[in-house]
DNA sequence: CTTATGACCTGCAAGC
DNA sequence: TGCTTGCAGGTCATAA
């Protein structure tokens, strides 16, 4: 699920329905999704049980829960993840990589992951310009939700790159939670084709781009996120609705919704940008 | 240091 | 029907 806004969702999941409860039993059914807890799985299930569950947060597409003991439970979601809150006996997922089973016999935490992208690892925290954070989200920028998020600092950040725009934008160090989705729909707002030099941007333009990213991802928030299908669920299993509200992304073909002119579909690391031609004109060269 | 490129996985839809 | 190919909301290690 990947962006900002579908891991906001999951993360008021966690907050509602499994804070303040304690661990019970740890059951590891899939090494690759503890991959980053380099302790390995039966150290990850002996040091997480017993322990209570806390504040749920996030940083960008990063996500952890506070432990009792101090330490933190990190998730990332990778292409594929979801975390499920599921009844007890509820029939194991296909691809179930990981259960949490709580001391009061209540639904069980699951980390259900089709392509193994994502994963769960215990983490120390850190302390990072006055946050306290895992240490493996210590290199990610502030995301536009942050209460502490520095407008202008971001902005100088995306203007030093010399690189294209979009990359500059899905760089999570410059600003996290931008994925490919929302990264074209800013895009599209600001009128700017991603392959447009970032560097060469005006301050003035770079800030506007910013504030459409931020915007999208607020409103893409208020619909539940964007589900093209079952794999982009919150805790219960349920999508949300800002596919319909999107202006480009897999919107090949299709008319822009500015300008009626057919939406293209080009070639971008390994994926796809999807732009309006007329609105988002090329750059030269 | 910065920037670009593939690798890592599974499953689905489209085309032959 | 079956095969192949391409594609998918991300990040990371490695190379230049």
Known sequence: MPELPEVEVVRRGLHEHVAGRTVDAVEVL???????????????????????????????????????????????????????????????????RVRLRFTDGGPELRFVDQRTFGGLALADLVEVDGTRLPRQVA????????????????VAALRGRRTEVKRALLDQTLVSGVGNIYADEALWRARLHGLRPADKLTRAKAAELLAHATQVMYEALGEGGTSFDALYVNVNGQSGYFDRSLAVYGREDEPCRRCGTAIRREPFMNRSSYSCPRCQPRPRG
């Not at 090494?31 to 040091?47: E, K, T, W």
């Not at 996500?63 to 990778?78: F, R, T």
């Not at 290199?139 to 971001?154: L, S």
């Open 139 to 154: 290199h990610i920028a502030r995301d536009p939700m942050d209460p502490a998020f520095d407008p202008v600092a971001a």
């Open 30 to 96: 899939h090494p690759r999704a503890i991959r980053r807890h380099l302790a390995g799985a039966a150290d990850f299930a002996l040091r997480l049980t017993g322990q209570r569950l806390d504040a749920a947060r996030r940083r960008g597409k990063y996500l952890w829960v506070d432990l009792s003991g101090g330490d933190a439970m990190l998730a990332h979601l990778g292409m594929s993840g979801q975390m499920l809150v599921q009844p007890v006996g509820a029939p194991d997922e296909k691809h179930l």
